[in-house]
């Protein structure tokens, strides 16, 4: 599965964005889809996931109830739509895919597949 991340940009605080995330090749084999974040200077941490074939969806607690993560099936994209937005969510938004069943959707290694990333700032 290859992934193009795209929707990334400056925003203020309390603003909105909405990422996207293009997959193609062999797109049926995807079990799940997740987004993580790296800031500079700090680790790569888990976002969202949400599951393929169902509505199994995941939040780390920094983000709970400020972001979405949905799918569309039919355009083969996943999106993660962030409203509330403050300046600790500034990163590079990365969207990854798993063909595997994953014990924890948290975990980076789990992803088979990485789209490059899209930078999100958030000016306060």
């Known amino acids: 599965v290859q992934l193009q991340a795209s929707g990334g940009g400056l925003v203020q605080a309390g603003g909105s964005l909405r990422l996207s995330c293009a997959a193609s090749?062999?797109?049926?084999?995807?079990?799940?889809m997740g987004w993580f974040r790296q800031a500079p200077g700090k680790e790569r941490e888990f976002v969202a996931a949400?599951?393929?074939?169902?509505?199994?969806?995941y939040y780390s607690d920094s983000v709970k109830g400020r972001f979405t993560i949905s799918r569309d099936n039919t355009e083969n994209a996943v999106y993660l739509r962030m409203t509330s937005l403050k300046p600790e969510d500034t990163a590079t938004y990365y969207c990854?895919?798993?063909?595997?069943?994953?014990?924890?959707?948290?975990?980076?290694?789990?992803?088979?597949?990485w789209g490059q990333g899209t930078l999100v700032t958030v000016s306060s």
């Open positions: 990854a895919a798993s063909t595997r069943t994953l014990s924890s959707p948290t975990t980076a290694p789990g992803y088979d597949s």
């Open positions: 090749g062999r797109t049926r084999s995807w079990l799940l």
């Open positions: 949400i599951k393929g074939s169902s509505d199994g969806r």
